[in-house]
């Protein structure tokens, strides 16, 4: 059967109807949204650095969408605990593949990497690097 | 009796003409063309999106390129002079089919958004103002609904939405209380792509006209599978295209009433639309030419006029009536498996397409299981965004029929759903 069969695999029906560090956290660092318009993907994502601003130590999202971005979502949400900042920025499409453990097909890439895209941002908003008007993903 | 023994025509000898409905996919879709790694049957149910190009379609357009490939309008040379004449008649084949009066109703496009851009830029931008209004309906496609909404932004004219009622048809009394004495234009879908409701064209362009406004049919989705003659519309515009319809991608139709037609501007300017040019001034060629500027999709208008005499060597009302069975036939089937919503009026009154949602299931996740059992539909908007929003979904998934499919290809569509919706459960 095809590569679609295979992006629905246990692990991912798993995160999407029980998706892990889901809500809103009471003092956040940065939040970000972003949407896929064209899918109606929805992600929000909070983030808490630490006290040097460079490592994750908490994240949470919630969101509305289709199974694979909702699984990446939850998924990312849990590997990003510890992660610093930089690690975060060098995450690429590949690295969310493989944390996905499936092939996606291309026209879903984009519902799988939405999740890293809404956290990268929202990072490089926070240090300014980024300005909120230019990316397709807002605050 | 089972529906296969209604099917109004013989859909097997169809699907022969239709090679690519043999083929098989499953494998690597990066890849173009089926490859030994595709092993499940195709279910071609994405048809309002684009249908498939029979042979003698094909033939048609490899004929034109193989004996007599050559620009038209532009050569003495018998080449030149069989490309013209054949690209020509093209139109006359469509005013026929149409019921337009002949060739100068006719302007070959390259598909239905660049014939609604053509009147939005030829007429709207120099007859609409502030005190115009220009009447859509909720259902529009973004074709219409997006080229009016900056027409009327770059003009003034403020844009109405005629309301669509929960069972998916239009108000008609919100119609009439939109359409004034200050629409300029009414412009309705034919047959909504989404929804699959028919719209009563005849009485929204009779409303036009009694409050001295134009009317404009988008009949992408009606001109393929039913009749349609402008004259019994009413309508003074109307646009289809080709590639929806058996014929190739790269060919639209813009039917306009030649009057107005005559006192429009050109849209765009060079090549066959010009007649004399000074460093001053340029005059245009007579209709349909003045508004088919540079060198025009020839190939291609030939093959509309090969995929219209193929649709109607079948019968435009039996590709009406085996539609409307297929849609009827899937309304049900769908309706009985449970935890489906489908969008739009009930079985018997709709178009040729069915769009739904299963619960608990986003519509991009179904469309990929369907995709697994060889099932190809649509998932999305549709083009119709804002209609999405009014449904309070932000995607759905479609399945829409044509001339080759077969009520073995919905117990597919329905086997394959039923999956995903266990999968998810
Ligand atoms: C109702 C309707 N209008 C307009 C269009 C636009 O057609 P095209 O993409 O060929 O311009 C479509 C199809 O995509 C349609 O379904």
Redesign the interface.
């Known amino acids: 059967?095809?590569?679609?069969?295979d992006?629905?695999r246990q692990q991912i029906?798993d995160h999407y109807k029980n998706p892990r560090n889901y809500g809103e956290l009471e003092d956040p660092d940065f939040t970000h949204v972003g949407e896929n318009?064209?899918?109606?993907?929805t992600i929000k994502l909070e983030v808490e650095l630490d006290d040097e601003g460079e490592t994750i130590e908490t994240v949470s999202f919630t969101g509305?969408?289709?199974?694979?971005s909702m699984a990446s979502a939850s998924m990312l949400s849990d590997q990003l605990h510890g992660m610093t900042v930089e690690e975060l920025d060098s995450l690429d499409t590949d690295d969310i593949t493989e944390m996905l453990g499936v092939d996606i097909?291309?026209?879903?890439i984009k519902?799988a990497v939405l999740g890293r895209q809404v956290a990268q941002d929202g990072a490089k908003i926070h240090r300014g690097e980024l300005d909120p008007d230019a990316t397709r993903t807002q605050e | 009796m089972g529906v296969q023994e209604q099917y109004p025509f013989d859909v097997a000898a169809i699907r022969d003409d239709f090679p690519i409905l043999e083929r098989s996919v499953g494998g690597d879709p990066t890849a173009a063309g089926q490859d030994e790694t595709d092993d499940i049957d195709l279910v071609y149910l994405d048809n309002a999106a684009t249908s498939h190009t029979p042979e003698p379609v094909v033939e048609a357009i490899t004929d034109y390129y193989r004996s007599y490939n050559s620009n038209v309008h532009r050569g003495i040379h018998q080449l030149s002079q069989e490309a013209s004449v054949a690209y020509e008649e093209a139109h006359d084949v469509v005013a026929d089919f149409i019921g337009a009066a002949g060739r100068e109703e006719v302007i070959f496009t390259k598909n239905t958004t660049e014939a609604m851009n053509l009147v939005a830029y030829a007429w709207g931008l120099a007859e609409l103002g502030p005190d115009d209004n220009v009447v859509l309906t909720e259902m529009e496609h973004h074709a219409s609904l997006v080229t009016w909404q900056q027409i009327g932004k770059k003009t003034g004219a403020s844009v109405r939405y005629i309301e669509v009622t929960d069972e998916g048809t239009l108000d008609m009394d919100d119609a009439a209380a939109k359409i004034d004495d200050d629409t300029a234009m009414v412009s309705a879908v034919h047959v909504s792509n989404t929804l699959a409701t028919v719209n009563p064209i005849r009485e929204l362009a009779a409303l036009a006209d009694d409050h001295g406004a134009l009317s404009f049919a988008d009949a992408a989705q009606s001109v393929p599978n039913r009749p349609v003659d402008v004259d019994d519309l009413g309508v003074d515009f109307l646009a289809f295209s080709g590639h929806k319809m058996c014929g190739p991608t790269g060919i639209g139709v813009l039917y306009g009433r030649e009057a107005l037609l005559d006192s429009m501007e050109p849209y765009l300017y060079g090549g066959e639309m010009i007649r004399r040019v000074t460093f001053e001034d340029s005059t245009w060629e007579d209709l349909p030419w003045k508004f088919e500027a540079g060198t025009p999709s020839i190939a291609q208008g030939i093959g509309l006029a090969a995929a219209i005499e193929y649709v109607e060597d079948i019968g435009i009302e039996r590709i009406e009536e085996h539609e409307r069975l297929l849609a009827e036939y899937a309304h049900d089937r769908l309706t009985d498996l449970g935890g489906v919503e489908i969008y739009g009026p009930p079985g018997d009154e709709r178009g040729g397409l069915v769009a739904f949602n299963v619960d608990g299931v986003h519509a991009h996740d179904l469309s990929s299981i369907l995709n697994d059992y060889g099932v190809a539909v649509r998932a999305g908007d549709h083009c119709t965004q804002p209609l999405h929003d009014k449904l309070g979904v932000a995607a759905s998934v479609r399945a829409s029929f044509y001339i080759y499919n077969t009520v073995e290809e919905v117990d597919a569509l329905v086997d394959a759903v039923r999956e995903a919706r266990d999968l998810f459960a």
């Open positions: 059967m095809g590569l679609g069969s992006m629905y029906l318009p064209s899918c109606g993907d509305d969408g289709c199974a694979i097909s291309p026209m879903r519902c």
